[in-house]
């Protein structure tokens, strides 16, 4: 893995000279380039991303029934591959101390992955409702059945998921890691937990569930965020008024 990223590294340096202008889609991103020496800083451009925040708030949800959970279920979900980055397995870990606390509880991974196999073998061991939905087209009709949304990422350069769930309106746990404080600003519009903790996942989550008048103050603060910094309408009007720089 080192190897490769040092590769990589290698190939943005020498690409970097060729270029007017790098975007950077996050503080964390942008700070990373300056680190490890990718080019000069004032080549480097910070436009974070954006959705269309619309397209999420129009969604039909999905129905419980449909899915199998009951309408009284405490819900847990996640968008994200199955794979090593987005931690699945701390997710599912999680998921078995929720659910010992909460026992009408269901969990659902909207995605699909190499480690499928895997995190359905531990729900089935440890009788854990879970949905996997594979790969969909209709990722926010699963979203707006979640209670709470979580992203335990092990690295991320943006973590877009995040501000899908906050136009979603609802209330989320993501790591403390990379770009993903720039976006959530711990106990105002989210919450914060540490990396490979499925305690600390586990302990946040149900802190939203047992304290409701503070987590719909923090989902209004969420989306009025949305609305403000990553509406995708801003981010088309940022590169244009680059490009606009770069023709002078």
């Keep these: 893995m080192k190897l490769k990223s040092r590769f990589y590294r290698c190939i943005e340096r020498l690409l970097s000279r060729f270029t007017d202008r790098i975007v950077c889609i996050s503080e964390a991103e942008k700070q990373s380039a300056v680190n490890n020496n990718i080019s000069n800083e004032d080549k480097l451009s910070l436009i974070p991303n954006g ?31 199955v794979s090593k980055q987005k931690a699945p397995d701390v997710f599912i870990k999680a998921a078995k101390l ?13 995605g699909d992955g190499e480690l499928r196999p895997e995190i359905e073998k531990y729900a089935s061991e440890n009788n854990l409702q879970l949905i996997i939905t594979g790969w969909t087209d209709e ?23 995040v501000v ?19 976006i959530i600003y711990d106990k105002v519009d989210g919450l914060l937990c540490d990396v490979d903790s499925p305690k600390d996942l586990c302990e946040k989550i149900l802190w939203l569930r047992n304290y409701p008048d503070i987590a719909l103050q923090m989902r209004a603060n969420a989306l009025r965020k949305v609305y403000e910094k990553y509406d995708i309408q801003r981010v088309a009007q940022q590169h244009l008024e680059m490009f606009k720089q770069l023709k002078k």
């Design 164 to 182: 899908e769930y906050m136009a979603a309106e609802k209330n989320v746990v993501a790591t403390r890691i990379d770009a993903l404080p720039t």
């Design 139 to 161: 990722p926010y009709s699963y979203l707006k059945v979640f209670d709470v949304a979580v992203l335990p990422s092990r690295w991320e350069g943006f973590g877009l998921a």
């Design 51 to 81: 959705i269309d925040v619309q397209a999420v708030i129009n969604a039909k949800p999905k129905s419980r029934n449909e899915l199998g959970i009951t309408d009284d279920a405490f819900v847990v979900g996640m968008i994200g591959r």
């Design 98 to 110: 929720v659910n010992e606390q909460v026992p009408n509880s269901a969990f659902i991974i909207v």
